[in-house]
């Protein structure tokens, strides 16, 4: 856009995009993401969980750490698009990027729908009214067995291959990529909003909602947008869950699984874009390694850790990784700078 | 003169006690109107009635003809009517050129856009840089809120109401807390406004008051009491009993 350059602040415009251009460790981090798929093939299943429950905590990322809505019941959206995704291909539509598609859709409708309730009121209103809704949506996919199976979950899940060309195997390895480029494509997504003049905007309600309407901005109309992306998004990751694992029960609903992404995200740093991917990648592969390890205290050790990073490192793992870097930075130019003679 | 702004018998009651009683007010375009009176006047209260954070239980307010009283505070700014504030509702995370350019986008209807890259928006940015210039934050343009002096967060309060293009600007004790030199200097920065824009202050300073207004009105006990040129006002004896007339004895 050389037409800006003709503006007199141009300096102050490129500062503002430098700071929302890609960076190494960005681009580094996706690449490892390709790579593991190549090296460590073992591991497949267990990083398309990680994907998954990534792909859950940015939906929360988005109105907890952006918009600054508090929520104890994301996982009505998870598990909405769950069964939408397991139902459907139960019933004979295996075709998975539909079946994705529909899951968050029907999620996104519900989010939608409940934003009026939930955006009423302050964070202690929030939190009784989203896990409320999550906690009535789990007793009716406890009820209507016959459409859900009860507390057997839904059984006899089968999908198509994918674009009728990978279909689903045992080592994870189509469930990986399909998991991985479609947390990459709504990440990119999630990004493109964020560094929008909307997504400003998001950071300013969370910031100072009474200026936002001083400001003349339609704060609920703001905020309903953002609960209704971040439960179609949820809804999405419940989908994949449920077709990667070709399997869904009413554990996806459940109010620990609502608590294991908001731990997930405050592990790996909210409002950072990266901190619930980050959170979920530690979270997992912690719990798989220390289950390997103490297999009946392994949740003892995790407490520790969650206590320790709450007082240790304000900003979750993000804030942690990039005080280091800022620190790494420092001395790297504290060694350029010629003053020390 | 046109008149801009009005109000029209605005009435408003905490429980018992009334904070607005029977204000009939109006300010012209291009006006330099100052609010004075002693604490608890009802002029804070008067300011909410302005931009609809509160709703009158009678009477009316005209913004330019149309009577927006019941209109939704978001609805006002974008008629016209901008406010600051008392105690300072700024974004403490985000830096000057955020906050302000934050305001701007608002200002040009693009806060619901969430496709466009904000950073690629030059003319937006340009525009919140060259306010900040105009305002003299222009260096501090990058450094977060919440780091900089009391002075500066003061004319950035003012500078998110400014990028707004408001026709009535409100102006909520612009000068609480700043030390008197920091004061004089942010008034000479308001002496700059357009002619365009009207301002309607409220102040305590009255040095700072009979500097900068041309007209005054005297709230007490949420009524009028009187209104006129800054001489008239101040050789009035009611206004010296109530109001001037505390600075004596204090």
Partial sequence: ????????????????KAAASWRPPEVAFWLLAVAAYFLLPRHLVLLSRVAVMGLFALSLDLILGYAGIISLGHAAFFGLGGYAAGILAQHGWGEPLSGLVVGGLVAALLGFATSFLVLRGSDLTRLMVTLGICLMLFEVANKIRWLTGGADGLQGISLWPILGIWSFDLYGRTAYGYSIIVLFLIFLLARRVIHSPYGLALRGIKENERRMHALGTPVVRRLVVAYTMAAGMAGLAGALLTQ?????????????KSAEVLLILVLGGSGTLYG???GSLA???????LSGISPEYWQFWIGIAFIALVFLARGGLMGLAQGALALLHARWHGRETPSRG | MAVVLETRNLMKHFGALAVANDVSLTVEQGARHALIGPNGAGKTTLVNLLTGALAPNAGHVILEGV??????QHRRVARGLARTFQVNQ????????????????????????????????????NEAAELLDRLRLLDCAHKPTKTLPYGRQRMLEIALALALHPRVLLLDEPAAGVPEDESVELYASLAEL?????????????????????????????????????EEISADARVREVYLGEADHG
């Avoid at chain 2, 985000?94 to 904000?118: C, D, F, I, K, Y």
């Fill in chain 2, 67 to 72: 009577d927006i009283t019941g209109e939704p």
């Fill in chain 2, 194 to 230: 357009p002619q365009t824009v009207a301002v309607l202050l409220i102040e305590h300073d009255m040095d700072l008051v009979f500097r900068f207004a041309r007209h005054i009105t005297v709230l007490v006990a949420g009524s009028i009491l009187v209104e006129g040129s800054p």
């Fill in chain 1, 1 to 16: 856009m050389t037409a800006d350059y003709k503006l007199r602040y141009a300096p102050e415009a490129d500062r503002l």
């Fill in chain 1, 276 to 278: 619930g991917l980050i």
């Fill in chain 1, 283 to 289: 979270l997992i592969v912690a719990q798989y390694l």
């Fill in chain 1, 244 to 256: 990667t694992t070709q399997f869904v029960s009413l554990d996806v609903l459940s109010f620990g």
């Fill in chain 2, 90 to 125: 700024l974004f403490p995370g985000m830096t000057p050129l955020e906050s302000v350019a934050l305001s701007v986008a608002q200002q040009r209807g693009a806060t619901g856009h969430w496709w466009p890259r904000l950073a690629r928006d030059g003319e937006a940015i």
